[in-house]
């Protein structure tokens, strides 16, 4: 077996600290800005402000298996069952204070919230700006059902400006323009290694899984733009790079490999990687991973400030449904893939709701898809003997078809 | 050689017994909670039944939801294949199968040579499953194999527009209060079950002919239930509780 890789331990390493940082902010003298997961950052490391990401301590939550509880304390609380499970994370743990983080996230000084992975962000956040009695800027970014228009380009691009003179309002510091452009170099160069990354995976055996990228991810979600995500991701690009060389898979013995639609199941990670791995499959791409870097092409390296809101704009959760598929589609050829496994997951509707059509619209691939319903942190949500039942039939078809074809 | 298929279910535990494609012995037994006891008393009854022991038997497969606590089984298979081999065994013409279990309801359509082209599983909601009639029956105070008969005998089914489970019983019993008859509710329940199978049945592509498998294909009232709703003949076979024990014992004869 390949074993794991040895940058995740460089990896682990490097997210300690930066937790170790934010919660240290304020003797520091930096501020603390909460930001959604597809939010422009960029901006804040640029103004010397740390980001932290509840979306981030909330898949922590989940991992560490504590999502169910914190989902019923809120449900406690008055929130619907129905409500995502790392909103749910994120307002219990404020107020509990309980976090696989030793007393939680540090309190923000400001929050920053940008709707194009969700709706139910708007109203999380301002429930935390009353809590925390701090700032909100919302950087709202109008759906892409097939085109960016030039009106929309206008809209977004106005909010950058704004979101400017936010910072420099609630800092007291001028916007620092030189720096920015540095920052936004490192992004991008962060976003075409992370694809380099993952387009390993293209390799028979594949040296990764997508529970390795879901690992992998944290970086370029939480810290793009800063120069240890550019230097941590040519490490690990080097290592499967290495790996690919020598022909060494993930997944002894790999036979099949699959597509993962959705975020993950934190809590159930190790479960369905074995699971998998125990039919020689690899699950060798994602369609969540690969958004954090689908939108490379949008941004222009020497002016990113004025090209960003294109980007933030057109990525993977806010764009119309045909577009999600052809992605899809796209990936099936790229990664060449025997199956698709969605995720239907309870908390994320964005992400969920168009499952049914993509699967209509995947017909002539003629390519097997399972779904699996669960919740990417409520283990409530998720029955292990009806998820297996499901995995196992559908390895077994997808091995029935896979000899036919031989 | 002798295979022996065993089909560990959420409610009932069965057993084929089969040499080459001859069926010689066939057992049924209730699960109760222990899947791992039914399995083994499943085994020791079919042995006292057939007149063999242990040692006469070559291969041993298992499958449906107890499958992995069969540790005598030489291997375990899901019921999508083993229903898949069962059916088409029985009736080699069926393109599209539809098995209505305890605890879950699938829909399978097979290629020209039987094998599993594609399936689809219900949700996670237990609305369209074989616990769904249980739980109805037992609200209308009918003993299950009555209620199909039953279901028959309406001229103008009830409506019950509730697809959970929870919800319809209290629907019933307030149809039950107002005075609606017994056979128009229960032609309504499976009318309202049958509506549930058929969206699963059109997001996969139904493929005619079709066919019911597991227990439920025994009840005629949901059967022409299905028949109205999909607007197509379901075929059944009076062996059709045994169809995925039959595709396991089949699996056991390499097939």
Request: aromatic share 0%; proline share 15%; no cysteine.
């Given at each position: 077996m390949a074993g794991r890789l040895k940058a995740t331990k460089k990896m682990k390493s490097i997210m300690k600290w930066y937790y170790v940082e934010a919660k240290y902010a304020r003797y520091l003298g930096k501020k603390v800005a909460w930001i959604t997961s597809g939010g422009p950052v960029e901006p804040l490391i640029a103004m010397n402000i740390i980001p932290v990401y509840p979306e981030n301590h909330g898949a922590m939550i989940g991992a560490s298996k504590m999502g169910g509880k914190m989902s019923e304390f809120a449900e406690g609380l008055g929130y619907s069952s129905d409500v995502c499970s790392y909103t749910k994370n994120d307002i219990t743990s404020s107020i509990t204070k309980e976090s696989p983080i030793k007393g939680g996230l540090p309190e923000p000084d400001m929050l920053i919230c940008s709707n194009n992975i969700c709706g139910t962000v708007l109203k999380w956040y301002e429930i935390q700006a009353r809590k925390f009695n701090v700032p909100l800027f919302i950087y709202d970014t109008p759906f892409v059902h097939t085109e960016f228009t030039e009106e929309a380009r206008a809209y977004v691009n106005a909010q950058t400006e704004e979101y400017i003179k936010f910072l420099e309002k609630h800092t007291g510091k001028k916007f620092n323009y030189k720096k920015m452009k540095r920052v936004g170099k490192l992004s991008l160069e962060a976003m075409r290694l992370w694809k380099k990354v993952l387009e390993t995976?293209?390799?028979?055996?594949?040296?990764?899984t997508a529970f390795d990228a879901f690992f992998h991810l944290a970086l370029i979600v939480t810290l793009r733009g800063k120069k240890v995500v550019v230097k941590y991701y040519r490490q690990l690009l080097k290592e499967l790079e290495e790996r690919n060389k020598n022909n060494i898979g993930a997944v002894d013995n790999e036979q099949y490999r699959l597509l993962w639609d959705n975020l993950p199941i934190w809590f159930r990670m190790r479960w369905l990687s074995e699971k998998f791995a125990s039919h020689g499959a690899a699950l060798v791409a994602d369609t969540y991973t690969q958004a954090w870097c689908g939108v490379i092409d949008y941004v222009n390296e020497e002016d990113f400030l004025s090209t960003m809101g294109e980007a933030y704009t057109r990525i993977h959760l806010n764009v119309g449904v045909d577009q999600m598929a052809d992605t899809i589609k796209k990936f099936i050829r790229q990664y060449d893939v025997d199956g698709l496994v969605m995720h239907s997951n309870r908390s994320c509707k964005p992400y969920s709701f168009g499952q049914y059509d993509i699967q209509n619209l995947l017909q002539d691939e003629d390519i097997p898809v399972l779904m699996i319903e669960a919740d990417m942190t409520d283990e409530r949500k998720f029955s292990e003997s009806q998820a297996e039942a499901r995995i196992d039939a559908f390895m077994e078809v997808i091995k029935q078809r896979k000899r036919e074809k031989k | 050689m002798l295979s022996l298929g065993i089909d560990i279910g959420s409610l009932t535990a069965k057993g084929v017994l089969l040499e080459g494609t001859d069926i010689v012995e066939k057992h049924l037994i209730p699960v109760g909670y222990n899947s791992k006891k039914a399995g083994e008393k499943l085994l020791d009854e079919l042995l006292q039944k057939a007149g063999i022991k242990r040692e006469d038997i070559g291969k041993i497969v298992s499958t449906g939801y107890g499958r992995n606590s069969i540790d005598f089984a030489d291997r375990a298979v899901t019921e999508i294949i083993c229903h898949g081999k069962g059916i088409h065994f029985q009736m080699p013409h069926i393109r599209t199968i539809i098995d209505i279990g305890g605890q879950d309801s699938k829909v399978i359509v097979l290629d020209k040579s039987g094998n599993v082209a594609n399936f689809v599983m219900n949700d996670k909601c237990a609305a369209g499953t074989g616990r769904f009639l249980d739980v109805m029956a037992r609200a209308m105070e009918t003993e299950i194999h009555e209620f199909g008969v039953l279901s028959l005998q309406s001229k103008n089914p009830s409506k019950i527009s509730s697809v959970c489970t929870v919800f319809a019983e209290s629907e019933i019993i307030s149809l039950v209060a107002k005075g609606e008859n017994r056979e128009d509710i229960t032609s309504g329940i499976h009318l309202s079950i049958a509506r549930r199978i058929a969206s699963m049945v059109k997001r996969l592509g139904m493929i005619p002919p079709v066919a019911m498998s597991g227990?439920?294909?025994?009840?005629v009232g949901l059967v022409d239930a299905l028949e109205q709703i999909l607007d197509t003949k379901i075929e059944t076979t009076p062996f059709s509780q045994y169809s995925g024990a039959l595709g396991a014992a089949l699996l056991g004869q390499g097939a």
């Open positions: 995976a293209e390799h028979k055996p594949s040296p990764m | 227990g439920v294909a025994l009840n």
